[in-house]
């Protein structure tokens, strides 16, 4: 058993001709696997009762102790924790509530999320844990294919989101060399394709709308990105789809390339312990550093293998802000078969399909319905109704709204007609600034629009790949 929290070494690399960063972890019978797991977890939950004031609290009133835990079995005696229940305490406890578990002054990176439904979340990391994720996220790129002579570029925000940072500190620690562009700015995309061409990186990761838009620029600018470009590996997390064979069919079709699903939450960093390997057929769950259970979303009972269930994630190597049986939302089914790879983890053959709550990917940004209606609800107007329609037009996703207005701005536009016109920006400048997205609004009169008590009932969700998503659910 290593120390914990483990240290690894900076220097180590593989042999160059093995598929394993650490064979024998990798390949390890699961009862010793389990073994292992079971040491570090009493050491995590040891730390954290001796560091968050957060954890102390929340299993006093369980009537939990770290000392209750004798097999992996007891992990359930846990109470399950949410990123509500987070950010309420950070609002509490400003900045970084009370399970920061390191001291301020050793905090080394800070990143958060978009905050579409209240305050953000704050992320407060500190340099060891950068070095394990860094750590981490090499070994798992190494397993799906990449290598030192590999040039990576990340065409991802590069602002709180987790997913860019997490990509380039692997590439890092792999000694690759990464390219990290990122994306967002005008025109950026179309500046992207063109240093793709020039530079021929390798590897390119990024969201799934955003590669599609990528491939979508690159053939306006002429740029064929089968034989222009020189990506062996696409890898993406961030929102669902990678794991579909017609999304991987379409990927080798656009670019010649192998896609890579990988990604579990912000909050798990390192996200990549949910990562396919080179044979592409689904999510290994590298269970040694993040300890993954399914459990059923209604009684949050373990699931077995074959079953669909809630991902549930706890940290078993983290110092600052650890996360212990954290409840994804997302949902998923796992299974323990033989992976032509020789790994023995759990896997997700399907990926990530599907949310229990009403949350809409666009992006790789979660944006929240009840978000959407809060911001609408602060425009003086606003008739009591809308819908919500997300489309995607070449290879980006776009929310149209249909919003009906009320009696009185019905009066005003028989008078006025430029009263729906301030209505309509109104109504797109709340969104934007409530959820962070644009949005098309499309004005409809009281009445219009179908009521419902149902807010699923309010969206139409029109992209291809949400209704083949939607399908591998129906199917289970």
Known sequence: MMSWP??????????????????????????????????????????????????????????????????????????????????????????????????????????????????????????????????????????FGLRPKDTIMIAAFFSLYLGSWGALWGSQRLKAKSFPFGAGAPGQTRSAVHWAKQLKP????????????FAEVAYE???????????????????????????????KKIFNATLIDLGSTAEMSPWMTNGECSYACGMHLWQDVVYTELVDPK????????????????????????????????????????CECGRTYPRLPKGIYGRIDDVINIRGEKVFPSA?????????GYGGEHQIIITRE??????????????????????????????????KNAIRVKCGVNAEVILVPPKTLNRTQLKAKRIIDNRELYEELNKLRSHH
């Not at 064929?224 to 669902?240: A, K, L, V």
Request: glycine share 4%; charged share 30%.
């Open 202 to 213: 390798t590897a390119l990761y990024g969201t799934m709308s955003y590669i599609l838009h």
């Open 6 to 143: 483990p240290v690894y070494d900076e220097e180590y690399m593989p042999p160059p001709d093995s598929p394993y960063w650490f064979k024998k972890l990798e390949t390890m019978p699961q009862k010793e696997r389990d073994e292992l797991i079971l040491k570090k977890l009493k050491a995590q939950l040891k730390y954290c009762w001796e560091n968050s004031e957060f954890y102390r609290k929340k299993w006093v009133k369980a009537n939990f102790h770290p000392d209750d835990l004798w097999n992996l079995n007891d992990l359930k005696k846990i109470p399950i924790v949410t990123k509500e229940e987070f950010r309420r305490d950070q609002m509490e406890n400003p900045p970084y509530g009370t399970n920061l578990c390191i001291s301020v002054d050793d905090i080394y990176t800070i990143h958060g999320t978009s905050g579409t439904t209240g305050r953000p979340a704050v992320f407060a990391i500190g340099y060891d844990d950068v070095r394990r994720i860094a750590n981490t996220h090499a070994r798992v790129m190494w397993g």
């Open 221 to 251: 600018e002429g740029i064929d990105p089968q034989t222009d470009f020189n990506f062996r590996i696409i890898f993406t997390s961030g929102e669902p789809g990678a794991a579909l064979p017609s999304m991987k069919e379409k990927i």
């Open 299 to 338: 009684t949050l009972e373990p699931v077995e293998y074959g079953e669909e269930g809630v991902p549930v994630y706890t940290h078993l190597e983290r110092t600052s802000q650890p996360f212990i049986r954290f409840f994804s939302y997302d949902v998923s089914t796992w299974i323990n078969d033989p």
């Open 372 to 380: 959407i209606q809060e911001a609408l609800m602060s425009v003086k």
């Open 394 to 427: 070449r290879a980006l996703d776009k929310i149209i709204l249909k919003v009906e207005y009320d009696k009185d701005v019905e009066k005003q536009a028989s008078i006025n007609s430029l009263v729906l016109k301030d209505l309509e920006e109104a109504f």
